[in-house]
Structures are given as structure tokens and as C-alpha cells.
């Protein structure tokens, strides 16, 4: 069977709509090999549609705008992986709650980082962005610069619960008091009514919140380096679980790999990163 190695040397000589057929040849050669399990891939052609699984309310991931559409960057590059595969694009609205609930979609875009309690649920495709736990300051607080300055006894640091924040937070902080809720929401609330001194967030929605609230601020640096990538969910109920995870995507998802590093390397993905970032941003 082709390996990694074969695959991408293929891509690179080959070109993309080469590679994409001679890829597709070699996933229905594995039909067989893996005991027929269903191919993902193969599905979604057949189907016209992937169905995309995005957590909105987290703007500028994705979010609903004034006009009620879907938007976001998570958005932008759903559509440019349906536009790859030359399918229909299905988001399919998933809460935090239902991401370990077996959504009923394809793949997930999430705003949720790789970590190791994640791995052991979802099979993960290569980073399509990075960014890391930064810390939002309330407005007494803006004389701190150093996040190790807020380790003190007295010190609230605000966290949401299941979230690569309350991790580092964990990590970080041994005087401080951590205070978990349940959404950002509620650490927001907290910070305004000045329950709380601090907010452990990704760095994108950190600056993302300031922009609304320029009486705080962001720390200067990062706590972490967090990794975001495409999610591959659970089977749902009737289905074989992990086995099946193992065997349909194990062959998919170098596919799904050299997408990500295809549009990485395109104008593309600058254009899509500066209109919800800004080009004054470091490209990740």
C-alpha cells in the first residue's frame, strides 16, 4: 500500500488534479482491503455535500452576522475545502456540548485546539491554523504586564470549562484563584462586574473581545501554542465506534492533509486569514 511519503511526492510532482484522481483511485483499491468500510470520500462525492460540523458564537471563527449568515474563518475554509471537492457545503451547527455526542456531520471545524484528552475521542488532520492561550486584563488591571504578576493570593483568573485555557491556566497559576464557567459569556460578565481580574482565552478572540472592550487589554506573548485542525467525529449509534473511526478515515485523511497544506501555501489563505485577522497580524 502507498505511504505518506509516496503520497506527497505524488502531489508535489505531479500537480493537484493528478494527484487528486490518482488518489481517489487508490482509496477505492483500499474499499476492499478494509473490510468494505464505507469511504468517506466516496460519500460525499456520491452525495453532492459534506456536511461541515462548526460551533458558532465565537466570532471571527464563526458566528452569525447582521444579515443572519454563517460567517467566520472556520466558514471560509469549509467552503474552500467544498469548493476542492466540488460539492454542495452543509454547515451543521454544533454546541460544545455535542462535540463528544457523535455529531451527525462528516468532519468538524472547531475552536477547540488538539490536545491529548481530544486525541483519544477524535482522529485530527494537520494544523489548518495555530494560535495559543493569551490573558485579557480588566481595567484595574492594566498596570500588569506579566501574566506571572497575576499569580498572587487575591488574584481571580477566569477560565471556561473544557477549554485548552483552564489547562494552562492549571499549569500556571499555583497562588491565584482559578474561577471555571461555563461559555465565554459568563467570564465576560465576570470581568465587567470585576469578579474576576483575568481571562484566559485564545489569543485571536482575546484581541477579537478588546476590539469591543478597549478598556482591557491582551498580555503581551502567549502562554501556549495551540494547534487547530480538522475533526473527524465519532461514529453515531448503530455504527461498529472505534473501529470504524480507525478504518474509513485512517486512508482519508492524507487527503484532507494535503488540502490543508495546499491552501496553506496559497494567496488564498492569506486573503481569508487578513479578512478576519488583518494583515498586521503574524500569518500562522
Not at 61 to 84: H, P, Q, R, Y
Request: aromatic letters at 12%; one cysteine or more.
Amino acid at each position: 500500500m502507498i505511504n505518506i511519503e509516496t503520497f506527497f511526492r505524488i502531489y508535489f510532482l505531479a500537480g493537484r488534479k493528478t494527484c487528486i484522481l490518482i488518489f481517489m483511485a487508490i482509496v477505492c483499491s483500499c474499499v476492499s482491503i478494509f473490510c468494505q468500510a464505507q469511504d468517506m470520500i466516496s460519500d460525499i462525492l456520491t452525495n453532492n455535500e459534506i456536511r461541515v460540523g462548526i460551533t458558532l458564537n465565537c466570532p471571527p471563527f464563526a458566528f452569525t452576522d447582521e444579515e443572519g449568515k454563517i460567517s467566520g474563518f472556520n466558514v471560509d475554509i469549509a467552503n474552500e475545502l467544498a469548493d476542492m471537492l466540488n460539492v454542495k457545503l452543509k454547515i451543521v451547527e454544533i454546541s460544545p456540548e455535542e462535540l463528544l455526542e457523535s455529531p451527525d456531520c462528516d468532519i468538524l471545524l472547531s475552536n477547540l485546539p488538539r490536545t491529548l484528552e481530544l486525541q483519544s475521542l477524535f482522529r485530527f488532520s494537520e494544523p489548518y491554523f495555530q494560535s495559543g492561550q493569551s490573558i485579557i486584563v480588566s481595567e484595574k488591571n492594566l498596570s500588569i504586564n506579566e501574566y506571572e504578576e497575576l499569580d498572587t493570593y487575591g488574584k481571580r483568573i477566569v477560565v471556561v470549562d473544557g477549554t485548552a485555557g483552564k489547562q494552562v491556566a492549571n499549569k500556571k497559576f499555583k497562588k491565584a484563584s482559578i474561577e471555571i464557567v461555563r461559555n465565554e459569556d459568563e467570564a465576560l460578565s465576570m470581568l465587567l462586574r470585576e469578579r474576576a481580574d483575568a481571562f484566559v482565552y485564545d489569543r485571536y478572540l482575546a484581541e477579537y473581545i478588546c476590539l469591543s472592550h478597549p478598556e482591557w487589554k491582551v498580555l503581551s506573548g502567549q502562554l501556549s501554542h495551540d494547534f487547530y485542525c480538522i475533526l473527524f467525529p465519532r461514529k453515531s449509534e448503530g455504527s461498529t465506534g472505534t473501529q470504524d473511526l480507525k478504518s474509513e478515515e485512517w486512508y482519508c485523511l492524507p487527503w484532507f492533509n494535503a488540502f490543508i497544506l495546499e491552501l496553506k501555501l496559497s494567496k488564498r489563505y492569506v486573503e481569508i486569514f487578513n479578512r478576519w485577522f488583518g494583515p498586521d497580524k503574524a500569518l500562522r
